[in-house]
Nanobody, 123 residues
Framework: QVQLVESGGGLVQAGESLRLSCAAS????????MAWFRQAPGKEREFVAA????????YYADSVKGRFTISRDNAKNTVYLQMNSLKPEDTAVYYC????????????????WGQGTQVTVSS
């Protein structure tokens, strides 16, 4: 099935930037999009951004809109998350997921997750 590997996390100061990568392998049949989620300790996992493989339509959570940019390289089967103007509240483990996006903007995650990459933003 689909295998996902995230990378690019690290420790940065507020206002700085990071770029996360998610490399996908295996069959992605029945999926039409990739997404980034994040989860802080003791909190629910939350949606961050999604992008369709075909067409490249993007969707963002309000909390990151204008600061984060999701992109893809179909030839490399890789999805990226450029994170600018990072804030301490962005601190979390970031996961990528393969799923489906609807025209409404809703995203439905499938059971394909990476191991996560830690992002820590200090004040």
């Amino acid at each position: 099935q689909v295998q996902l590997v995230e990378s690019g996390g690290g420790l940065v100061q507020a206002g700085e930037s990071l770029r996360l990568s998610c490399a996908a392998s295996g069959r992605t049949l029945s999926t039409n999009a990739m997404a980034w989620f994040r989860q802080a300790p003791g909190k629910e996992r939350e949606f961050v951004a999604a992008i369709r493989w075909s067409g490249g339509s993007t969707y963002y959570a309000d909390s990151v809109k204008g600061r984060f940019t999701i992109s893809r390289d179909n030839a490399k089967n890789t999805v990226y998350l450029q994170m600018n103007s990072l804030k301490p509240e962005d601190t979390a483990v970031y996961y990528c997921n393969a799923g489906r996006s609807q025209d409404s903007g809703s995203y439905y995650p499938y059971g394909y997750w990476g191991q996560g990459t830690q992002v820590t933003v200090s004040s």
